[in-house]
């Protein structure tokens, strides 16, 4: 039994048996600790298996099960980047259901430090979760939604929402920031 719920994904990527010999693959169901890859050579169960897979990277395994049309594979990966695979696995189970652009204008990833705080432009604080950032916008878990349009600081960038989702909003940047870093750097709490 998977200690991780599986999602149902489309991640096309290529992957690399133990001989070296690499193929296109296409992973269906992921979790941070298995994934179900079809695949047209399967390999043999135990073989290490290293798979660089779109919108997730490098992910590094062994099969535990051949399956029709491919292969089950174990995620070996430290804490942190299953907390970071979890977040990419949850935007990419979700992006179908909550209507998101493939084509963001800037990559999306899950900052170092995901706890900041929101400001109301009356002054209301909230604290919240970041899902995921980019130079243009973030997603955020927050137990508020303000409505579509209202201006809004996140750590110290004013932003404005732009979309509502089941557990938060998402906020585009006032200014779109120079680089990665400079965001992250502003999203510590006040």
Request: proline fraction near 5%.
């Amino acid at each position: 039994m998977p200690r991780f719920q599986r999602v149902r994904v489309s991640v096309l990527g290529r992957y690399m048996l133990s001989d070296r010999r690499e193929f296109p693959c296409q992973v269906l169901e992921m979790s941070p600790g298995d994934a179900m890859v079809i695949a047209p050579v399967p390999g043999a169960v135990g073989e290490k298996v290293i798979a660089y897979l779109d919108h997730i990277g490098r992910v590094e395994g062994a099969i535990m099960e051949t399956i029709d049309g491919g292969f089950l594979m174990d995620v070996q990966a430290t804490q942190r980047k299953r907390d970071k695979m979890a977040a990419q696995l949850t935007w990419l189970a979700n992006k179908d259901i909550l209507n998101l652009p493939e084509d963001r204008r800037h990559e999306r990833v899950v900052p170092d430090i995901r706890h900041s705080t929101v400001v109301l432009e009356d002054g209301r604080r909230y604290n919240c979760k970041i899902i995921d950032i980019s130079l243009s916008g973030a997603a955020i878990e927050l137990a508020v939604r303000p409505a579509i349009g209202t201006p809004v600081t996140l750590g110290r960038m004013r932003a404005r929402v732009v979309r509502h989702f089941q557990d938060g909003v998402a906020v585009e940047f006032a200014s779109a920031q120079e680089m990665l870093n400079v965001v992250q750097q502003n999203l510590r709490m006040n």
